[in-house]
């Protein structure tokens, strides 16, 4: 590291401090050349895989879109907005865990189905008719009888 006034390469630790919140290292430091202090911050850099859609593209993955999606199916339903936060963590946290770099855009759509069902079997039909994109009746048949077959 350099010193950011006289870009001396020569720096001293003078105290080291973990945040309250834990995540991040707070460091004092000095530099032997010119004198001055100043601080640095040291933080985890967890980055989200990119996500691969079904045309090829590739794109970086939005917790925006994925919130946005959840919420359409889960509207005028009763679901506390804790529960979807801890849904999007669960989601993003498979993400993050599988230690890809890029996932497909159907993995993401699977782990939202497994938590809508979770949540409510009304936005998981909701959304697995449109995911799936089913064309008739008989298809909307067998997924309220999927739903209905597995134990919460």
Not at 38 to 43: G, H, L, P, Q, V
Not at 51 to 58: F, I, T, Y
Request: aromatic fraction near 8%; proline fraction near 3%.
């Amino acid at each position: 590291m350099k010193c950011p006034f006289c870009q001396h390469d020569d720096i001293q630790v003078l105290d080291t401090r973990v945040s309250e919140e834990g995540d991040a290292i707070k460091r004092r430091r000095r530099c032997v050349n010119c004198d001055k202090r100043f601080t640095t911050w040291e933080r985890i850099e967890l980055t989200m895989p990119y996500v691969v859609k079904k045309n090829g593209s590739r794109t970086e993955f939005a917790n925006s879109k994925l919130r946005d999606s959840l919420m359409l199916a889960l509207r005028k339903r009763p679901v506390a907005a804790e529960s979807v936060d801890k849904a999007i963590a669960s989601i993003e946290e498979k993400l993050l865990t599988s230690g890809q770099r890029e996932v497909d855009s159907g993995y993401i759509g699977e782990l939202v189905m497994q938590e809508l069902q979770r949540l409510d079997k009304v936005a998981y039909i909701r959304f697995a008719s449109v995911y799936k994109n089913f064309e008739d009746l008989a298809e909307f048949q067998d997924a309220i009888e999927k739903v209905e077959r597995k134990p919460r």
